[in-house]
């Protein structure tokens, strides 16, 4: 029968339940299960698709074309799974299905209310996911905090849940900050309690509590949190700053948090095989090498705007035995003040990544245009990709005032132009080119290297693409589009043959990213900004 594991938080967000049900869900899976996950958010958004990355972080894109939080590119990364739309779970979406079925008479005149008809659909969508995963535990992540308006009815879901599955077959873990008094260095549990209190007035005893604190809690504070929680000691547990969020579930579980949690729910796992995750540990913290990498961002100033990416570059370099130092810098900083673009020089590799709309654009392609003169190792993603082709166009082949129509609708030359079955779309949510697509690779070429196959399907998150018209121009003077679409008529990779390393997708390969099995565009990037730091000639295949 199906397990069901539930993590709620308390106290304020970000405490980190996104890495904490990751790591419950590894350490399970090192045990032989096979878990899947769902992250429920509150907000009355139908998807993450629409929302600034200064609000929310990056928008994180699945296989199916799912534009979903960014916890479940922490929950594929940790467990190596390819997750769907369904996955992810919003206030939006269970009410715009119960409206939508209400409207088809479905409910047979009742009066549609939150308990049942709201709180029935959010229980049907997680077994839903349980059945089509065919998994032995699913572990639901409530976002927000205990006590959020927009929470309650997920809560009191997840209570429902425990008196339909039986107590044998459910699990509440929750997680709230234990903060450290900077004046006197105690730790303070009185938070956490609070956090409970509001748990338990919501019909739900926790069976785990999990303190997030910055350092590891003490014999004093762990009986206090089982005391006032209502639990014995070994169900209380420490999340304490780790070095690499990959080491959460080690941490964990040396505590003996796997062992309780299959106790708790009637597994037989004694065995468990944590090697391949602790050799990767083991290369992230034992590193050989070092780079330094300048990440020139639109939206720089919050890190979880490029949490995959960022990652995507640490997979790398722990493959090379390299730590990877991120330096997230403002991309209008290189418009203001254009003499800063010569401090890009001070890097092993210059990073541009996604965006959309006209700020900063200008800053990022001054950025490439210095990595491209100076021949440091390049990798464009996205908005990368084209502003790469635009600053190509601009100051090689020389089209003076070469564009995208997303930044310059009345550019003289749109090297970059909507994709046209966008022409006409008016919804925002859910219209780009979204998911999983194939891509043909051309011998020969630096992607082929990289990729070592023909084929290959990467995930899209966008309207606008090389426009056809250029194509001709942009090759006579040197930029190889490598990659591209069935059809050919879409231009996926560019590079250029003469630089050390100069590569771009139209792709996000940092979705795809895994511990222990790097995106091949990272690791040929970071591998490139190694050797070229170490004065190794370039190779022919990275």
Not at 78 to 95: A, I, M, P, Q, W
Not at 300 to 315: F, N, P, Q, W
Not at 378 to 407: D, K, M, P
């Amino acid at each position: 029968m199906v397990k069901y594991i539930f993590v709620t938080g308390g106290v304020l967000s970000s405490v980190g339940k996104g890495i904490l049900t990751s790591s419950i869900g590894k350490m399970l899976q090192t045990r032989g299960l096979k878990p899947t996950v769902i992250k429920i958010d509150p907000y009355v958004n139908v998807d993450a698709g629409t929302m600034n990355p200064y609000m929310h972080g990056e928008v994180f894109v699945t296989d199916d074309g799912g534009e979903t939080d960014l916890d479940l590119g922490w929950y594929e990364r940790f467990l190596d799974l390819s997750l769907k739309r369904e996955n992810n779970l919003t206030t939006g979406l269970v009410y715009k299905t119960v409206i939508e079925k209400e409207r088809r008479g479905d409910f047979l005149g009742r009066c549609v209310q939150i308990v049942p008809h709201v709180t029935n659909e959010i229980k049907y969508r997680i077994k839903n996911v349980a059945k089509a995963a065919n998994a032995d535990v699913v572990l639901t992540e409530v976002g927000g905090t205990v006590g959020d308006i927009e929470g309650l009815p997920f809560l009191e879901a997840i209570r429902q849940m425990r008196l339909e599955e039986g107590f044998e077959n459910t699990l509440y873990v929750h997680v709230a900050l234990v903060p450290v008094l900077d004046v006197t260095m105690e730790l303070k549990t009185k938070p956490l309690q609070h956090s409970v209190n509001e748990l338990r007035r919501i019909g739900i005893q926790p069976d785990i509590i999990v303190a997030r604190s910055p350092k590891m809690i003490d014999a004093e504070a762990l009986h206090k949190i089982a005391l006032f929680g209502t639990i014995p000691e070994n169900a209380v547990f420490c999340s304490y700053n780790a070095e690499t969020v990959y080491q959460v579930p080690l941490m964990l579980d040396k505590q003996g948090m796997g062992d309780f949690i299959c106790q708790r729910l009637g597994y037989d796992c004694t065995k468990k095989d944590f090697d391949e995750w602790q050799k990767f540990v083991d290369a992230v913290l034992k590193p050989e090498h070092e780079v330094s990498v300048a990440l020139i961002g639109k939206y720089a100033g919050l890190t979880d705007s490029y949490v995959s990416m960022s990652e995507a570059l640490r997979h790398g370099g722990a493959a090379c035995k390299t730590r990877v130092c991120i330096n997230y810098l403002e991309a209008e900083k290189l418009e203001r003040e254009p003499e800063c673009v010569k401090d890009l020089g001070n890097f092993d590799g210059v990073f541009v990544p996604y965006g959309f709309g006209p700020r900063g654009t200008e800053g990022k392609i001054a950025a490439i245009k210095y990595a491209r003169e100076n021949d440091i190792p390049f990798l464009g993603v996205c908005y990368g990709f084209q502003l790469a082709v635009i600053e190509f166009a601009r100051n090689v082949c020389g089209l003076e005032g070469a564009n995208s129509t997303e930044i310059n609708p009345n550019s003289p030359h749109p090297v970059i132009d909507l994709m046209p079955e966008q022409q006409g779309v008016e919804y925002k949510g859910a219209t780009m080119r979204l998911g999983a697509h194939k891509i043909i690779l051309e011998q020969g070429t630096l992607a082929y290297d990289l990729y070592q196959c023909e084929e290959i399907y990467e995930r899209h998150r966008h309207r606008f693409e090389v426009n056809l018209d250029y194509l001709e121009i942009l090759k006579k003077n040197g930029l190889r589009f490598s990659g591209r679409s069935t059809d050919g008529k879409r231009m996926e990779t560019l590079e250029l043959p003469g630089n050390y390393f100069f590569f771009a997708s139209q792709f996000h390969g940092e979705f795809k990213s895994r511990p222990g099995n790097p995106s091949p565009a990272y690791y040929g990037f970071i591998r490139a900004c190694i050797d070229k730091k170490l004065g190794k000639p370039k190779a022919a295949k990275p």
